[in-house]
């Protein structure tokens, strides 16, 4: 049996918070409104009888979440803002083993706004777990995992290939196996702005700090995202008028970031995706939230309708 042993090297590219381009296992959602984060597609799937133990020293301690970077293999490129970052394409992926039944394995990966089921073979060579599996191939973005674990490591290494010719047919990742809790408690890094790249307006001629540099702005949040902790207190409407949108859009889906939603907006996953805490498992968790979520997503989405725009301009030297 030949274990693929590759060696990845990836130019050191920051991720940013979004950009335009279609991205592997997503759809165009290029046109999708902030409010369509509230609905929900599927349930999660939970591995069975999934061990706590994060080191591999059986197979039952395989079954778990094992997550980390769904990153392009080289030539894959990634989209410049005309500043010193970029997002490259890259997702948080769970890859998440449910059931293994002697040589035969069941799971499902969560990227991207997506759940999709795979099935295939696990094979044993010394201390190595070989693993085969492929998702259903009854959607365009489906494709094939190999991967591997060694006995008494605590890193899942390997590759994806698409089935169609689509723009990203190859990734690879290494992934650490982790426990998901929801906490309520748990904060935004304040060194993660929300920024969306494509939202953007002219800056004023007026404006000489920026004029003879710079000519757009980008829609950002302010710091008086960090205030408030929509998850584990009721907001009033004193606390949230006067918030700007990108402030409350982000407040609302830190919600559901903390229960572990997938992100189908591409703006949302970029951010998210840098927080450490955050976890993609289902890309349904509306009976997930709290009597205190449910009515803080009411009052925030109320105010975000016709909240006032915020842009800053980036780059500066």
């Known amino acids: 049996m030949n274990v693929f042993k590759s060696v990845f090297i990836l130019s050191a590219i920051v991720l940013l918070q979004g950009c335009g381009g279609n991205l592997i296992k997503n759809k165009d959602t290029s046109q999708e409104s902030a409010k369509s984060e509230t609905l929900a597609v599927n349930k999660a799937t939970a591995p069975n009888q999934a061990t706590t133990n994060l080191t591999v020293s059986d197979t039952k ?18 989209i410049s803002t005309g500043e010193e970052d970029a997002w490259n394409f890259e997702n948080k992926i769970n890859l998440s083993i449910d059931q293994i039944d002697n040589d035969q394995v069941k799971g499902h990966s969560v990227v991207a706004g997506n759940d999709r089921p795979f099935a295939g073979k696990l094979t044993k060579d010394g201390k190595i777990f070989h693993f085969s599996v492929k998702e259903p191939g009854d959607d365009k973005y489906d494709g ?6 060694i006995q008494g490591d605590s890193t899942l290494t390997g590759t994806w290939k698409a089935n169609n010719k689509i723009n990203i047919p190859n990734r690879h990742y290494n992934l650490k196996k982790t426990i998901f809790r929801y906490d309520p408690n748990v904060e935004l890094d304040k060194g993660n702005r ?10 004023s001629p007026n404006d000489r700090q920026y004029r003879a540099a710079y000519d757009v702005s980008y829609f950002t949040t302010t710091y008086d995202l960090y205030k408030y902790n929509p998850s584990d207190s009721l907001l009033t409407v004193e606390q949230v008028s006067n918030l700007k949108k990108a402030d409350l859009f982000i407040l609302r889906n830190s919600i559901y970031a903390r229960h572990g939603y997938s ?3 591409q703006q949302l996953r970029a951010y998210f995706d840098r927080e450490p805490w955050y976890i993609p498992i289902s890309t349904d968790v509306k009976s997930e939230l709290t009597d205190i979520e449910k009515k803080n997503i009411e009052l925030l989405m109320r105010y975000e309708k016709n909240a006032k725009e915020y842009y800053d301009v980036f780059g500066r030297g």
Do not use: E, R, T
């Open 194 to 203: 929300y920024i969306d790249w494509v939202k953007n307006k002219k800056v």
């Open 263 to 265: 992100f189908k907006n």
């Open 144 to 149: 094939a995992f190999d991967f591997y674990i």
């Open 61 to 78: 301690d395989i079954l778990g979440y094992w997550v980390g970077m769904f990153k392009p293999d080289k030539n894959a490129g990634y």
